[in-house]
């Protein structure tokens, strides 16, 4: 037996899915148009669910205590857009676009590795510091650079690992046996992918 909780989470992002192959037999009207390799945004929701068999004060988890998620969302999540670091435009647009516009360039890495990478995937931002136009650090901090194609269940999958770490902490630091049962995003609001842990 297991009690469980569930934290529901909003916000706005886009991205573009590079490598994005349809078989038309199966779409609507015989459809070839692969929408989703155009760079799109969705309203996404992310329901992390979390249980444990014995209860911690009367819970399962503090609610408060899933703040970090917040945090995540702010910093690499809400209006930014997720590119695969195997996506051609990285190099074809914005590596180009830093290029031009980084005054400082001995030393500089054109990304930093963000702390929400975890031991698989690593996440990454920009390294604006020495990008001194306002329009083109505002542009590119909008793209955060990631190692796997932003499909709906890699973004769950992602988001449970990093959930997974954060919660493995807690659990050290409180000894409590705290389990991530499974992160569900949903770009849409009829599409919906979930990983289980």
């Not at 503090?62 to 703040?67: A, C, L, R, T, V």
Request: hydrophobic share 35%.
């Amino acid at each position: 037996n297991m009690f469980t909780i569930e934290k529901t989470f909003t916000g706005d992002i886009a991205h573009r899915i590079h490598n994005q192959n349809l078989d038309s037999e199966f779409t609507e009207g015989n459809s070839k148009i692969l929408k989703c390799r155009r760079l799109h945004g969705h309203t996404y929701e992310l329901k992390v669910k979390l249980g444990a068999e014995d209860l911690k004060d009367d819970m399962v988890l503090d609610y408060n205590e899933i703040g970090f998620m917040k945090t995540l969302i702010d910093d690499i999540l809400d209006h930014r857009t997720l590119i695969s670091d195997l996506d051609p435009l990285l190099e074809k647009v914005l590596f180009k676009v830093w290029d031009d516009y980084a005054k400082d360039k001995s030393g500089l890495q054109v990304l930093e590795r963000s702390k929400w990478s975890t031991y698989k995937y690593n996440v990454s931002t920009f390294d604006l510091s020495s990008v001194e136009d306002q329009d083109i650090k505002e542009f590119l901090s909008a793209f955060v650079v990631i190692n796997f194609t932003s499909s709906s269940e890699n973004i769950a999958k992602w988001i449970f690992d990093v959930v997974q770490e954060k919660i493995n902490e807690y659990n050290k630091r409180n000894d409590t046996s705290v389990e991530v049962v499974s992160v569900s995003y949903k770009e849409t609001p009829k599409s919906e992918a979930i990983f289980l842990g």
